[in-house]
């Protein structure tokens, strides 16, 4: 320790400290320290204070520490000098940045370690502007460190304990908002919501008296999410606002399953919600009925995310987007089961075969939601479901009943007047923050809720007015709304007049603008993204009665009069509303005469969208794409139905053709088919009955073209061959005829396809001519579809070398025009050209590459078989562990999507590693269970064969498994020579060659089926 002599010494040598080694000149120690001291010649003084300074350094041997600089002073600090200051603002940097990128452990730990290097108030006794100015900053920055150090420690789950700490930090400085909301949210994790009220309503009341000022929308924002116990609050374990929900729910999503936790908090119906998820317990089916506006949704939701069977997983499938023909493909898209693609040899599942396989192995709850406008098609597929899956469970909502055997109806009631007027309570206090929650049991509000009948609905649409009036003007308005009513319509339900009310009496409160929004969006029954809502509105040129009131705010308007609902997704936030809202909302448009122009702009939205989804498809935005098509399909499927009902069977075809790429990318081939096959039937039995002999226009032409383009291709992929030939000759008989000039380029290119698939002779012609004609065009798209085909055939014949080549122009087009998905089916066929020929490494390389961007757009079953050809080069250069790892991924996408192929495809190798390690017992049993599936595609089989023929030492006398070795390679030549796709014949005809040839040897470690893998000629195929 040093003794510096005087304050200002002790001020001369903290300010050089701060400088951290900087030389500080003398002027600006003069102005800082001297500014305000009474000294007839600072500047000597300055240098009588160096003196002294450097006598106190010399005397504990640190001469030469105070040096002259350029006019200044230095302090020269030493490597084993701590700046305590220095440490801290260091520490405070490492820990923000762990805090953003995610690392809570190690951001808390440096945050406190910064807290601890305060052992007094800042520069304690240096006054002066100087020190004020950076005391006060230092001051600062230990306060902002508390509040992250606290925000790390939230995020570790330290709620209850940090309670205290928050507690103090509020009291000593109560007009800052982030403790505070800190304090809110740990009292929230810990179970004492009202405290957390509590906390904001005495900072609003401070703010307000002490500055004249409001809460900043972030914490008005929490606090309205306290209110409606939003899922986002929680913390990790999943922690929530009361102590009921920490009991009851879960504390995360299932591990499967789709089901979203309710948004808001639940009110009453305690006993009711008892009842249901009794009910579920005990039974199959259970559907619950009950007017619109109920609150039947709600309640199954809270009933399913608060259910004690955590075993089963549950998915919940919307209908209200669902058509007649469309419950199955919305099941199937719910679990995940719309990828149809096989493999030539494989048979094809229809949608409702791979559902069921795939609910027979798991134990599931499917709820299906909003059934009453598909009741035939949900309860003959509810019917199917429990017949032949045991382990599944499904409940339903509807108005009506699904009417099918074992099904056990639970009416849902409204809501006791009391229990009605705690929703009315916490909707208002939403609304309007200072509506006091405990008016909740004020005569006024129990009797308007009365009034109302119960109606959950109907209550939170009267609570959204309380804001503008109070609840006697509220019921007060109303009245003279019901007598209306009843003088109408005495013969409606009482219930079905007193929403029709309400609905009536705030539409009438909406502006003109709020009317017309509302009625675009009614039409989206997927609900619609921010940017759609404004492209899709009135349009600017056309205000609703003067009001030009910006699309966005008209929305937020809706919301806070809960006539629609945000929700978050992936893609941002999208609104959409309930079925009985929407329903209104439409007949509201009808009765105005408005509905047909809505119509018209929402189809017009929908062309638009799909033209740009059409140009993004296939370009680096691929990906945005994909996602924002995801989202809107159900709009699209709406608005190609509405095309064809009022006569623009041309128009709709536009629309679907368009879609081809997005189904095929995202592997939905077969709702691609349903939808393209639905909507070209509409077409040809509008031209059949169009009066005179109208033909196509250019335009219309080509949309036709593509239909069939899909149709071919899709149906192929999915191994319906007889209808993809269908598709091919209506394609070649209308681009022939056609009088758009484009199809002159491209028509040729699709009919080589075509004939490529069809095994036609002559094909290195046709694919030479329309490879000419494409050249330099723009279609780069089309020309890459074409030189993959080209490489496919050239690999089949043995030209590997041409092969590759044409991987490569398909390469270098599809980075031309910025096509991920094209790039990697390029670089597939790219690798399996240089692996037919030893070089595997590069083969490695382009698979790699393309595993990358199909895992990446979620493209299972292409990731799958990309893994697979990788697994199959791990195995036969001996890297075990990688391979094992890969083949546990395929073998859970083989799970998800129900792909026997996939899944015997992964057993086949998995028992040549097992055969290659002389574990024949295990590698029999392997191979055992594919050879006997029903579900084996011939070429699994035929390899699982082969296999089991050299599993059995010839010094084993007994059969295997009861079958004569030679029988099972007689089986297995049998099924080669039934193999559809070339390569795989020719591999699998090696494979049975080579263990002909080699029966008599004595298996080993180095199997030879083990070693085979890395051979000449390649067998690849015969395990892709």
Request: with cysteine; aromatic share 6%; charged share 25%.
């Amino acid at each position: 320790m040093i003794d510096f002599p005087g304050s200002l010494g002790r001020a001369v040598i903290a300010r050089l400290i701060l400088a951290e080694g900087r030389p500080v000149q003398s002027e600006t120690l003069v102005d800082e320290l001297w500014g305000e001291r009474t000294a007839k010649n600072p500047v000597n003084a300055l240098q009588v204070q160096m003196t002294k300074l450097r006598t106190s350094f010399a005397a504990r041997g640190e001469e030469g520490r105070i040096v002259m600089r350029s006019g200044g002073y230095r302090l020269i600090l030493s490597e084993h000098d701590r700046v305590d200051v220095t440490e801290f603002e260091d520490r405070i940097l490492r820990g923000r940045k762990d805090l953003r990128e995610g690392n809570h452990t190690e951001a808390e730990a440096l945050l406190r370690e910064a807290l601890a290097l305060w052992r007094a108030p800042a520069l304690k006794d240096l006054t002066g502007f100087f020190f004020d100015a950076e005391r006060a900053r230092l001051e600062e920055l230990r306060l902002t460190a508390n509040e992250d150090a606290v925000t790390a420690g939230m995020a570790l789950g330290k709620s209850r304990e940090l309670v205290v700490e928050l507690a103090h930090l509020v009291a000593a400085h109560p007009l800052r908002e982030k403790p505070r909301a800190q304090l809110m949210l740990a009292l929230y994790r810990c179970g004492r919501q009202a405290e957390a009220l509590a906390l904001f309503r005495d900072g609003r009341r401070l703010l307000d008296s002490e500055l004249g000022l409001a809460p900043s929308p972030d914490l008005e924002a929490l606090h309205r999410a306290i209110l409606s116990h939003d899922p986002a609050l929680r913390g990790p374990g999943g922690a929530s606002g009361t102590p009921e929900a920490s009991r009851d729910r879960p504390h995360h999503a299932t591990a499967e399953g789709n089901l979203m936790f309710p948004p808001g908090a639940f009110v009453g119906r305690v006993g009711m919600l008892r009842s249901l998820r009794a009910e579920i317990g005990r039974q199959r089916l259970v559907t619950a009925v009950g007017p619109g506006g109920v609150g039947k949704t709600r309640l199954m939701l809270e009933a399913l995310s608060r259910r004690g069977d955590a075993g089963a997983a549950v998915w919940w499938i919307d209908l209200v987007a669902a058509g007649k023909d469309g419950v199955l493909s919305a099941l199937a898209s719910a679990l995940g089961l719309s990828e149809s693609s096989v493999t030539a040899d494989q048979y094809p599942l229809g949608p409702l075969e791979r559902i069921v396989s795939y609910l027979q192995e798991h134990t599931a709850i499917l709820a299906f939601d909003n059934c009453e406008h598909v009741l035939d098609e949900t309860a003959l597929l509810v019917q199917k479901l429990l017949d032949t899956c045991p382990s599944v469970t499904i409940v339903a909502t509807s108005r009506e009943p699904l009417s099918t055997s074992g099904e056990v109806l639970f009416p849902v009631d409204p809501m006791a007047a009391e229990e009605a007027a705690r929703l009315f309570a916490l909707r208002a206090s939403m609304i309007d923050p200072s509506f006091d929650q405990d008016t909740a049991r004020d005569h006024g509000v129990v009797e308007l809720c009365r009034r109302l009948d119960g109606l959950p609905l109907a209550v939170e649409l009267a609570a959204a007015h309380v804001r503008l009036l109070s609840v006697a003007e509220i019921a007060e308005r109303l009245d003279d709304r019901f007598a209306l009513l009843v003088k109408g319509a005495r013969t409606a339900p009482r219930r079905h007049r007193t929403l029709r009310a309400v609905l009536d009496w705030s539409y009438a409160l909406l502006s003109g603008s709020e009317q017309l929004v509302l009625g675009e969006l009614a039409l989206r029954v997927a609900g619609c993204s921010v940017e759609d809502a404004e492209k899709g509105g009135p349009p600017p040129s056309e205000p609703a009665s003067g009001d030009t009131a910006g699309v966005l705010h008209v929305l937020g308007q809706l919301v806070d009069k809960s006539l629609i609902f945000t929700v978050r997704t992936a893609g941002g936030t999208r609104f959409q509303m309930l079925e009985t809202v929407r329903e209104y909302a439409l007949a509201k448009l009808a009765e105005k005469g408005e509905l047909a122009p809505a119509q018209d702009r929402f189809v017009a939205w929908s062309l638009g969208f799909v033209r740009e989804g059409h140009k993004g498809m296939p370009s680096r935005e691929q990906a945005y794409w994909s996602r924002r098509v995801t989202e809107e399909s159900a709009n699209l499927r709406v608005a190609s139905e509405l095309m064809t009902r009022t006569a623009r069977v041309a128009d709709a075809l536009r629309l679907e053709s368009s879609l081809g790429y997005f189904w095929y990318i995202l592997g939905r081939e077969e709702e691609g088919i349903d939808r393209l096959t639905r909507t070209l039937d509409a077409y040809d039995t509008a031209m059949r009955t169009a009066p005179g002999h109208r033909r196509p226009a250019p335009e219309e032409e080509w949309a036709l073209c593509y239909v069939f383009v899909w149709l071919a291709w899709l149906n192929h992929v999915s191994g319906r061959h007889d209808s993809a030939l269908k598709y091919e000759e209506r394609y070649s008989d209308t681009w022939r005829s056609a009088r758009n000039p484009d199809l002159a380029v491209v028509g040729p290119v699709w009919e080589a396809l075509h004939a490529r698939l069809a095994a036609e002779e002559g094909w290195e012609a046709r694919f030479a001519a329309a490879d000419a004609g494409i050249a330099g065009t723009e279609f780069g798209w089309d020309r890459v579809a074409l030189h993959y085909a080209w490489s496919t055939y050239c690999l089949h014949a043995g030209d590997a070398d041409a092969a590759r080549e044409h991987a490569l122009t398909g390469i270098e087009v599809s980075k031309a025009i910025d096509d991920p998905v094209t790039l990697s089916v390029c670089l597939t066929a790219r690798g399996d050209a240089e692996e037919s020929v030893g070089r595997r490494d590069a083969a490695r390389e382009s698979w790699s590459e393309a595993c990358g961007v199909f895992r990446s757009i979620g493209a299972r079953s292409r990731w799958a078989y990309r893994a697979l050809r990788l697994a199959f080069l791990d195995v036969g250069e001996g890297h075990i562990d990688s391979a094992d790892r890969r083949l546990s991924e395929v073998e859970k996408v083989a799970s998800e999507l129900v792909s026997y192929d996939l899944r015997a495809a992964v057993a086949n190798l998995r028992g040549v590693v097992l055969a290659g390690q002389s574990r024949f017992d295990e590698a029999e049993a392997v191979f055992r269970e594919v050879w006997s599936s029903p579900t084996s595609p011939r070429n699994r089989k035929a390899v699982a064969g082969l296999a089991l023929a050299t599993c059995v030492p010839p010094s084993r006398p007994e059969p295997a498994g009861g079958a004569d070795p030679q029988e099972i390679l007689l089986e297995a030549g049998r099924l080669t020579d039934l193999l559809m796709e070339p390569l795989t014949r020719k591999a699998v005809g090696c494979l049975l060659a080579d263990i002909t040839e080699g029966r008599h040897a004595v298996p080993t470690r180095g199997h030879p089926l083990h070693e085979r893998l890395s051979g000449s000629p390649s067998v690849l195929a015969a395990f892709w």
